[in-house]
């Protein structure tokens, strides 16, 4: 009989496992329904992030986005970076957006390059997970797929139009998105004291 019980737990823990693994699959996560990427431009301030592996911009993180007459969207961006570990000095960004999909265009493709030599540059997949337009944006990129289809490094800005941060009410839906992206309890506040 006792085995029976260890059995029995090992299969409904398996399951658990699955349903969790199947819910955080990268590709299963929605993103904003019928994103109008003019009213994205602008100027957004990082007010909460999850790191991806590597560096990345520590703090005093601002974004501003700029759409042509064609759609096509580009960003300059800047933020500290910490050095060798302790030197933090300011960093420029800039990135292109492309989107693979036009019948989902909140899931694009960001080419960066940092605008100094310590700073990388590469491609990422950049959606929109959700946004207002006019308080606050969440986005998600995943750098590298397990095979089981969830995310093994990827990161996640919180943005928001007023570098003060956002309202209680937003920060309720915020909390929620994290969740849908598995990500919950993973991201870092963004110090924005007008250092960049």
Known sequence: MKNYKYVLLAVVLTIIEQINAQSCVV???????????????????????KDPEGLFLQDNISADYTVDEDGKMTASSRGRVKLFGFWLICAEMAAQYSVPDPSVPSKMYMTYQGLASYLSSGGDSYWVIDTDYENYAITY???????DGTCDDGYSIIFSRNPRGLSQAIMRIVRQKQEEICMAGQFQPVLQSGAC
């Open 141 to 147: 990129a995943c750098r590298t797929l397990k095979d």
């Open 27 to 49: 590709e299963s996560f929605k993103v904003k329904d019928n994103f109008d990427i003019t009213r994205y431009g602008g100027k957004w301030y990082a007010i909460g992030k």
